[in-house]
Nanobody, 118 residues
Framework: QVQLVESGGGLVQPGGSLRLSCAASGFTFSSYAMSWYRQAPGKERELVAQITSAGGSTNYADSVKGRFTISRDNAKNTVYLQMNSLKPEDTALYRC???????????WGQGTQVTVSS
């Protein structure tokens, strides 16, 4: 059974930090590119960050560059999103996404809520 389980969300003050984790099971994690997406109420889903299967390349939305860092540990089947200097506009449901382009398979997690507020 394929699972992507996010954790680490919560309520944080502006300027604070959070580290999100996404634990994968049921598929060969190391062969999947992983991404973090977010969606705020009334807004479209936004790609936040991507990392290749081996972790050698990353990509970020302009809105989070310099503040967020995506990383992965293939030995632990986990992808992370370190979020620093958080802003109220970062408030959203954050979901992880795994994709294997060659197999044509992709998986979504259920998400973890991040709220940035004083």
């Amino acid at each position: 059974q394929v699972q992507l389980v996010e954790s680490g969300g919560g309520l944080v003050q502006p300027g604070g930090s959070l580290r999100l984790s996404c634990a994968a099971s049921g598929f060969t994690f190391s062969s999947y590119a992983m991404s973090w997406y977010r969606q705020a109420p009334g807004k479209e889903r936004e790609l936040v960050a991507q990392i290749t299967s081996a972790g050698g390349s990353t990509n970020y939305a302009d809105s989070v560059k310099g503040r967020f860092t995506i990383s992965r540990d293939n030995a632990k089947n986990t992808v992370y999103l370190q979020m620093n200097s958080l802003k109220p506009e970062d408030t959203a449901l954050y979901r992880c996404y795994g994709q294997n382009y060659y197999l044509g398979r992709n998986y979504w997690g259920q998400g973890t809520q991040v709220t940035v507020s004083s």
